[in-house]
Nanobody, 129 residues
Framework: QVQLVESGGGLVQAGGSLRLSCAAS????????MGWFRQAPGKEREFVAA????????YYADSVKGRFSISKDSAKNTVYLQMDSLNPEDTAVYYC??????????????????????WGQGTQVTVSS
């Protein structure tokens, strides 16, 4: 069992930055690839970014590539999402998720929410124009 708690959301003007944090507790953090997803009002949840167990491999949705950066600090059991050049289309609830990959390559990750085993409660990000 893994518990995930996101923080760092808030209201920011277009062009601004935010850094989201996701603190994990429970099972060994190193067993999990981690991902960030988001859901805007009236829309389906969408993939944002993922990072492998090793931390060396990352992947981004086209809509955030070059603006967002995912990273992890294994010593703190925390994964981050640095979000720069925010625009109103980034407004959503952002969710952190953990994908148990103990039996998979430490360099692998998934962009499908269906592969993730644990989810945080979400943190609201609102970007004003």
């Amino acid at each position: 069992q893994v518990q995930l708690v996101e923080s760092g959301g808030g209201l920011v003007q277009a062009g601004g930055s935010l850094r989201l944090s996701c603190a994990a507790s429970g099972r060994t953090f190193s067993s999990y690839a981690m991902g960030w997803f988001r859901q805007a009002p009236g829309k389906e949840r969408e993939f944002v970014a993922a990072i492998s167990r090793s931390g060396s491999n990352t992947y981004y949705a086209d809509s955030v590539k070059g603006r967002f950066s995912i990273s992890k600090d294994s010593a703190k059991n925390t994964v981050y999402l640095q979000m720069d050049s925010l625009n109103p289309e980034d407004t959503a609830v952002y969710y952190c998720a953990a994908d148990d990959r103990r039996y998979s390559s430490r360099y692998s990750y998934s962009i499908s929410g269906n592969d993730y085993d644990y989810w945080g409660q979400g943190t609201q990000v609102t970007v004003s124009s």
